[in-house]
């Protein structure tokens, strides 16, 4: 599974901003997908996840309400809406693809097995 992410930029606090993150090699619908995050000198950090349909999702207590995980299995993308920026989401961020048949939103970076180059937000204030 390849994975390539895009998106991200400098934004001010209080904007939005969608990151993208298109997905090829192997069927999508059957991967759990998941966003994360890391900020130098830190270890990367859960932010969100989708089940294999998007019925189910689970979400950083830090972003709920704010950010929206969300996928298109015709389009073999999944999405990150973030809304209401604040300086502290500034990071790299990163999807990532859990390939196991329990189609359980982990949040531990471990459950993943594909990583995409991450997608710098920086967020002024």
């Known amino acids: 599974v390849q994975l390539q992410a895009s998106g991200g930029g400098l934004v001010q606090a209080g904007d939005s901003l969608t990151l993208s993150c298109a997905a090829s090699?192997?069927?999508?619908?059957?991967?759990?997908m998941g966003w994360f995050r890391q900020i130098p000198g830190k270890e990367r950090e859960f932010v969100a996840a989708?089940?294999?349909?998007?019925?189910?999702?689970r979400y950083a207590d830090s972003v709920k309400g704010r950010f929206t995980i969300s996928r298109d299995n015709a389009k073999n993308t999944v999405y990150l809406r973030m809304s209401s920026l604040k300086p502290e989401d500034t990071a790299a961020y990163y999807c990532?693809?859990?390939?196991?048949?329990?189609?359980?939103?982990?949040?531990?970076?471990?459950?993943?097995?594909?990583w995409g180059q991450g997608t710098e937000v920086t967020v002024s204030s």
């Open positions: 990532a693809a859990d390939n196991s048949p329990r189609n359980n939103v982990g949040r531990f970076s471990l459950e993943y097995d594909y």
């Open positions: 090699g192997r069927s999508f619908g059957r991967l759990v």
């Open positions: 989708i089940s294999w349909r998007g019925g189910t999702w």
